[in-house]
Each structure stands twice: as structure tokens, then as C-alpha cells.
């Protein structure tokens, strides 16, 4: 049962916009930056969004994040067959004095 | 830009010591933070820990008794050990860059990841 809860899955068609939650409490998320990650079978996770909404180098518009108070979301629009992978969320939890992670939610694009 | 290139067992009994190895190319080792996630076969992120170039270090409270993360500034190396492994210690490792602040506390994000070593513990 991971800290952070977020759906195991979502789908959608090329094209479309999609939105994954990430829901914590005021020891984690409320309380410190989220950040995103995206990992595709068999590679290392990629960072997406860091410090709630801020892109990498070289990370698409396409991809945003967004936080309010417990919980936070991340939005990919213009959906492309190459996004097809799972989503990680992540920040600091200040009761465990650990970086916790979500599940992961499996992204399909139909 | 930085490139993470681990080395290690991947292959151990129970209660050996996994020990893995983090080199660090393309970029500067001193000022940012390093650390060790391990994913389950399930899937799940597990942090290890983390150092700062100054030594520091931050470890799971799940996994303190059993860990050592250690820096090595002139070979730009970063290391893990691992006492006393079980099966449940099985899964995927990854040494991962970790921005720092002005103050040199470590952020609590990973802008870029090694490539990762399986590590399976069997009898």
C-alpha cells in the first residue's frame, strides 16, 4: 500500500487530453513540491514535472502539473501512442522522513 | 549532460552483502545529491537513501540497520551496501541525481536516473 494514492490505470484516445491524480495528506504532499515521472517497460523512470509544475529541459508543454493542498494532478494533452507508459508521482513525506512514491498509474492510449 | 552508469552483483544468496556502484559522467559530481531507489517486481519505488557531495547522508528508517551509501569524489563514484539481504530485497536498483539547495540540502526529486541493475536474492 503505497503513501501516495493514485489510479492504477487510465486510457484515451490519440489526441485526447488525460489526468492523473496523486492523493497524499498534509505530511507529504500538503506540505512539500510533487513531482512526476514517466517510465516506459523495461527503462528507468524520467523525470516529467518537478516542484508541482515546472518542466525539465527538453520535456514537452504537453505534459503539466498542478497542486492543491493534499492532492495533485498530472494533465497530458495532444495524446501520441509514445506516452503509452506508467506514471509515478513523488515527494518528500516529512513523518516517514522518507521520499515516498505512488503506485503508478498504467497510461493506455487506444 | 550527466550520464549514471551502475555496476554490481545482480545475482546474491541470503544474508550477502549486495554492493553496487554509481559512476557519474558528463558533468559535475560535487554540489548535487545522489541516491538509491529500489522497484519491487511489483513495480513499486522504494527510496534507499541519499548523500550530499559533503558526505551526508539520509537513509530509509525501513532499511537504516542495513545500509551504507558512500561517496568517492575522485573517482565521481557513488556506492551502496546492503547487509544481510532476503528475498524481499529482490527487484530493480537505481542510482538517481538529486538537485541540491543553495544550503546543500538535497531536493526531493531525481533529474536523472542510472540504467538500473537487477538484483535477484535466491538460495
Known amino acids: 500500500q503505497s503513501v501516495l494514492t493514485q489510479p492504477p490505470s487510465v486510457s484515451a484516445a490519440p489526441g485526447q487530453k488525460v489526468t492523473i491524480s496523486c492523493s497524499g495528506s498534509?505530511?507529504?504532499?500538503?506540505?512539500?513540491?510533487l513531482s512526476w515521472y514517466q517510465q516506459v517497460p523495461g527503462k528507468a523512470p524520467k523525470l516529467l514535472i518537478y516542484e508541482n509544475n515546472k518542466r525539465p529541459s527538453g520535456i514537452p508543454d504537453r505534459f503539466s502539473g498542478s497542486k492543491s493542498g493534499t492532492s495533485a494532478t498530472l494533465g497530458i494533452t495532444g495524446l501520441q501512442t509514445v506516452d503509452e507508459a506508467v506514471y509515478f508521482c513523488g515527494t518528500w513525506d516529512a513523518s516517514l522522513s522518507v521520499v515516498v512514491f505512488g503506485g503508478g498509474t498504467m497510461l493506455t492510449v487506444l | 549532460q550527466v550520464q549514471l552508469q551502475q555496476r554490481g552483483a545482480g545475482l546474491l544468496k541470503p544474508s550477502e552483502t549486495l554492493s553496487l556502484t554509481c559512476a557519474v559522467y558528463?558533468?559535475?559530481?560535487?554540489?548535487?545529491?545522489w541516491s538509491w531507489i529500489r522497484q519491487s517486481p511489483g513495480k513499486e519505488l522504494v527510496w534507499i537513501g541519499e548523500i550530499n557531495h559533503s558526505g551526508s547522508t539520509k537513509y530509509n528508517p525501513s532499511l537504516k540497520s542495513r545500509v551504507t551509501i558512500s561517496i568517492d569524489m575522485p573517482k565521481n563514484e557513488v556506492s551502496l551496501r546492503l547487509t544481510s539481504v532476503t528475498a524481499a530485497d529482490t527487484g530493480v536498483y537505481y542510482c538517481?541525481?538529486?538537485?541540491?539547495?543553495?544550503?546543500?540540502?538535497?531536493?526531493?526529486?531525481?533529474?536523472?536516473w542510472g540504467t538500473g541493475t537487477t538484483v535477484t536474492v535466491s538460495s
Open positions: 558528463g558533468g559535475s559530481f560535487a554540489g548535487y545529491c
Open positions: 538517481a541525481k538529486m538537485p541540491a539547495s543553495v544550503t546543500l540540502n538535497c531536493k526531493s526529486y531525481m533529474d536523472v
Open positions: 498534509n505530511s507529504n504532499i500538503g506540505n512539500n513540491y
